[in-house]
């Protein structure tokens, strides 16, 4: 009942109604109000000429007593439509005759119209009434004789004044009662209500079939938005005519054009991004702020041996894995929600294949308009075969940097045993030649003792670079200012170097002194001078040699991944850089710069960068190096 009321087909039924009913109550009613207005006149009309004419009928009957012609007069005259009865009364006011009368049952209304039946003179020739129901009137009409006054004025011999002069006798009465207009009232009113209920059905239909018309398109309006509420976009409204609703309906096809576009692009889109998502290599989900999974892709369920749905319906997506695994899902998800950022960890999950995989996990929250947390996406990915793979390949390294160490050993190994050998062969020869020599021929013996002592100083050295190389070498420390040591020797490196060399120095002048072995220092300088000597093939070029002071962060000394075998504090240092504008080195070659007998000139070189190394690495120091061929 309460949707009948408000729906609009309703209220333009109910208003037309209402609008006919009381249009036709009020015409109605005007209508019988006018009627009766009428009907009361021409009663009241009627009743005054009866009364006339009656007053005009018994003037002789009064005149001459005739009691029998005027009860005959008022018989016929109670015959006549709606009379009650009627009086006559002489001038005495005796009634002469009286018909039908029922006077004595008639309640006269209080009013100076009643006065006349008590002789007085009223304001209007009739008075009102009531028996039962039924309105009376009452007329009264002086009954005028002209005959006594023209014989009076006869005899008196007034014949001018005779048309002038009437005697009132008597007067009468007559009552009218208002029944016929009741009725004709009545029947007018109950022809009305036919009518009426003839009118009001035709109305009832009229209204009904006007609000079927005016609310049928919005009907139909209504049922295509609830279909399209339901997402059937393809349903359109059937435009007839051309008024308001239609272009409502035409607005509303268009709007429906527009999205069912729009939904086709956005399924498109998301069949696109769902086949992205489940090809692609990497476990991808959507989390809760309530711990329930609201999408995961099939790499991921596939992966962790799940089903979509299994995860989906979980109330609690951890209570589907062992005890600890649930509790680093947990602690990475409170780490996300915490930081509102992204998060990456790593954790350890069981897969399908009865291995537990690592994953490489990435998690960032996700937020509505107002910034408040809605839950957060999970990307994994598996980091097994990576990490096995990095294992294996540290494995192949160390394997290979073993394999380069006893190769780099045999290497040095050889190089020491050729050199010792040559060494001793010369050691040997003189020996031999000065035993022979000696007692005949001093001044020769002691020739090939001096080539003895000078081979026996080469193996010294060689002894003292391998020394260096291994780091154990013997310092003898003291402060030194590394900038006037670099000059001490600047004419002993320029007859080290090819003639079309040139040498540029950058010597800082305020250096804290280093505690160092200063001929130490001086053989890494040479060594290096030489090098990049070599470095120069066409014998021209520029070496530089720079000293300075600077501040090293754990940036920086990160870079300085020459030697491992040190760790560097950050702090201040003193610094030593040589650099050449020779030919440069591939990464193949830096690779093996340090290695012992390793060159790239012809053979018996190789044990100067080794020795820089181990002479650095002594003094507890690093080395940055950098080179491109060119």
Known sequence: MKLFFYSLRSRIFLSITMIVVVLSVVFGWLSIAQQTSSLQEELIERGQMTARHLAYGVELGILTHDISGLDKMLKKLLQEKDVLYAEIHNMDGEIVTLEASKESDIIWDDSDTAMDRAGQTTKEPWVKGKLGKTEVYEFHMPVVSEINAIAEAMLLDDTAGTDKIQQTIGDIHVALSTASIRMAIHKTIMEGIGIFMIFLVLALLTAWWLARALTRPLERMSKVIEKTKLGELNQRIDLVGQNEITQLGMSFNHMLDVLAERDENLHTQQRTMQVILDTAPVGIWMLGTDRRIKFINKAFSSAIGMPEQAVLDAKNYASLFPKDVASQCITSDDRCFKKQGLITSQEHIPCVDGKVHVFDIAKAPLQNEQGQMTGL??????????????????????????????????????????????????????????????????????????????????????????????GKGHFLIQAIHLSSMVESITSLLGVSIHGGIKLKYHLAEQLPNINADEAQLQQVIMNLV??????????????????????????????????????????????????????GMDQETQKRIFEPFFTTKFTGRGLGMSAVQGIVRGHKGAMYLYSEPG
Do not use: W
Not at 449 to 460: C, Q, R
Not at 545 to 560: E, K, P, R
């Open 530 to 583: 030489i090098n990049a000597s070599d470095a120069m093939e066409e014998g021209n070029g520029v070496i530089s040699i720079s000293t300075g002071h600077m501040y090293a962060d754990a940036a920086y000394l990160t870079q300085l991944s020459i030697d491992l075998g040190v760790q560097l504090d950050v702090g201040d240092y003193v610094y030593l850089e040589v650099s050449d504008t020779g030919c």
């Open 377 to 470: 996406v999970g990307i994994a990915i598996d980091a097994t075969g990576r990490l096995e793979a990095d294992a294996e390949k540290a494995k192949m390294q160390k394997q290979v940097e073993h394999s380069q160490r006893l190769e780099s050993l045999g290497v040095l190994a050889g190089g020491i045993a050729h050199d010792f050998n040559n060494l001793l062969t010369s050691i040997m020869g003189n020996a031999a030649l000065a035993e022979r020599k000696i007692m005949d021929d001093p001044s020769t013996g002691k020739k090939f003792l001096s080539k003895i002592v000078h081979a026996s100083e080469k193996a010294a050295l060689l002894c003292k670079q391998m020394l260096a190389y291994s």
